[in-house]
């Protein structure tokens, strides 16, 4: 059976306010950002909601880019570009998204000037668009490895903030090559210690070398239907039960608090939406690009409190065996990580919840998590899955 | 005698985006501006056409004091930038700046392991290519 009928979205969302503008000459007097954020201005006006009530953003080029730039830090985003249609399915892509109570007030905006911009010659600035310009300006003339030393930032902050160690961090990368062991497609099985850890190379301080994620080739797929049709086919269905994404900035000199990611929103924003508590999930798969990353993920997602990763993660809880089984392929840090590894995350935890991980089988698996993390700590997608007992 | 020419900068050199004229301006003359919205009475960091707190245009620079504190700090041992190679180790850290906004620069005038979160900073300048020159900081006086 399709989704349509039986998933309608009739009525369940509304356009509440618009703005246009357009001039006889051809020519408009604003353009880029200027243009973007007075078109946004009058259709908040015009449904009688300000900027501060915008939950939700749609934008063809960059949705982060466009929400650091007017602050807006949505809980769900749309950059979709399927050219002319593009504004279309963003629309039925928010009805969507309000229908599932995603979130609540989505802002959808365009601005293009191509008669002005001949008299322009900054114009390609605005167009060169996903942010590209302002982080050429404001970060890149000083130097910082990217992207380690937006997350070297990150472990400093939480070291004086909370006094978390390069020992506590160095523990979660030997609790994962622990699982890497156990996956025969693993880049690294060697065990490592501590002290391996903090022996290797102080790059970027105060992250070291095998603080920091591999460079390998890889892929991976996935294929998603109803359930309805899921019953039907090869595999046990493993069904997303919550789902949430929000981002606060884009540049890591934009995060509010380098100690508090949007997990902290997508994290339980999902888990509500599931029906679960973080007590319930059975494995993790947290987006590990660094150690710090991971540290960050359990605190926010709510695994513990936040500063209390460090010592959270020192029982060896993360490892085989341990009261959170956390990304059991061996991750970014010691299985695969070809620069985007959030379909990793996605596949390990559909094999985990259909039970066919051989050696490395969580037992009686039923609920995973899937915890995306994209760019510099900046958009977190927390997804929630479990099995027909769980659904 | 003319002036020796000076040393190309290492660094990648900033472009002026849309709104930040002022801002490249006063760093000619060495001098350290922070964007405000008139409306919200607030200071906009990086700088913009627009407020992202209330969307208005009437922004302006205001002389800053050019002092702050370290938030949090990373010392590069290994940049990318094969130019600046030779200025490594150096520390590159988030600021704090006492009107109430963050910036990225380097901590210089200091050894790198010496900069430290929370510790006291101020403003002082290298050289662009263009005449421009970019704000670094160093330990407070
Ligand atoms: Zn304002």
Not at chain 1, 277 to 303: N, R
Not at chain 2, 62 to 78: C, N, W
């Amino acid at each position: 059976m399709s989704g349509q009928g039986d998933r309608s979205l009739r009525g369940a969302a509304a356009i509440v306010g618009v703005a246009d503008a357009a001039s006889p000459t051809g020519v408009l007097d604003l353009w880029g950002r200027a243009l973007e954020a007075e078109m946004v201005r009058q259709a908040l006006d015009d449904a009688g909601l300000t900027l501060a009530d915008v939950d939700g953003v749609c934008h063809t080029t960059s949705s982060m880019a466009f929400a650091e730039y007017l602050g807006i830090h949505p809980s769900y985003t749309d950059s979709t570009m399927t050219g002319g249609s593009s504004f279309e399915v963003h629309a039925e892509h928010a009805a969507a998204a309000i229908a599932a109570g995603l979130c609540e007030v989505v802002v959808c905006v365009y601005a293009a000037t191509p008669r002005g911009d001949r008299n322009r010659p900054t114009a390609a600035n605005f167009r060169g668009g996903a942010g590209a310009d302002q982080m050429m300006a404001w970060e890149a003339p000083y130097g910082m490895r990217m992207p380690m030393g937006p997350y070297a930032l990150a472990a400093s902050r939480h070291m004086a903030t909370y006094g978390t160690t390069s020992e506590q961090l160095a523990q979660i990368a030997v609790s994962t090559r622990q699982w890497a062991a156990m996956n025969p497609s693993a880049r690294y099985r060697d065990p490592l210690t501590i002290d391996d850890v903090l022996a290797s190379p102080l790059e970027t301080s105060p992250l070291h070398k095998l603080d920091c994620c591999l460079v390998t080739d890889g892929a991976g797929a996935f294929v998603m239907t109803s359930a309805d049709r899921a019953r039907d086919l090869a595999q046990p269905p493993v069904y997303l039960l919550g789902a949430s994404t929000c981002h606060d900035h884009l540049m890591i000199s934009q995060m509010p608090d380098l100690t508090v990611t949007p997990g902290a929103r997508s994290g339980p924003a999902a888990f509500r939406m599931a029906g679960v508590k973080p007590d319930d999930v059975d494995v993790l798969e947290a987006y590990d690009s660094f150690t710090i990353t991971a540290l960050l993920h359990l605190e926010d997602l709510g695994f513990c409190e936040k500063g209390e990763g460090g010592p959270f993660v020192m029982d060896g809880k993360l490892g085989p065996g341990g009261a959170l089984p956390t990304n059991t392929n061996g991750g970014g840090l010691s299985y695969t990580h070809p620069g985007m590894y959030g379909m990793f995350l996605i596949v390990e935890a559909v094999r985990q919840l259909r039970g066919t991980c051989g050696e490395r089988q969580v037992p009686g698996a039923e609920v995973a998590v899937a915890h995306g993390s994209g760019m510099v700590l900046s958009c977190m997608a927390t997804l929630v899955l479990g099995t027909e007992a769980t659904r | 005698m003319s002036d020796p020419t000076p040393d190309p900068s290492p660094r990648i050199q900033p472009p002026v985006t849309e709104g930040a004229e002022g801002f490249w301006e006063a760093t000619r003359a060495r001098r350290y501006v922070l964007q405000w919205c008139l409306d919200c009475e607030a200071p906009v960091s990086y700088p913009r056409v627009v407020c992202p707190g209330c969307l208005g245009a009437r922004l302006e620079y205001r002389p800053a004091s050019g002092r702050g504190t370290v938030y949090a700090v990373t010392v590069e041992h290994r940049p990318q930038n094969p130019a600046m190679r030779s200025l490594a180790p150096y520390a590159v850290a988030l600021v704090d700046l006492e009107e109430g906004v963050r910036v990225l620069s380097n901590v210089v005038d200091c050894a790198p392991d010496d900069v430290t979160v929370g510790l006291a900073v101020a403003v002082t300048w290298e050289p662009l290519d263009d005449g421009r020159n970019l704000p670094l900081f160093r330990p407070a006086p």
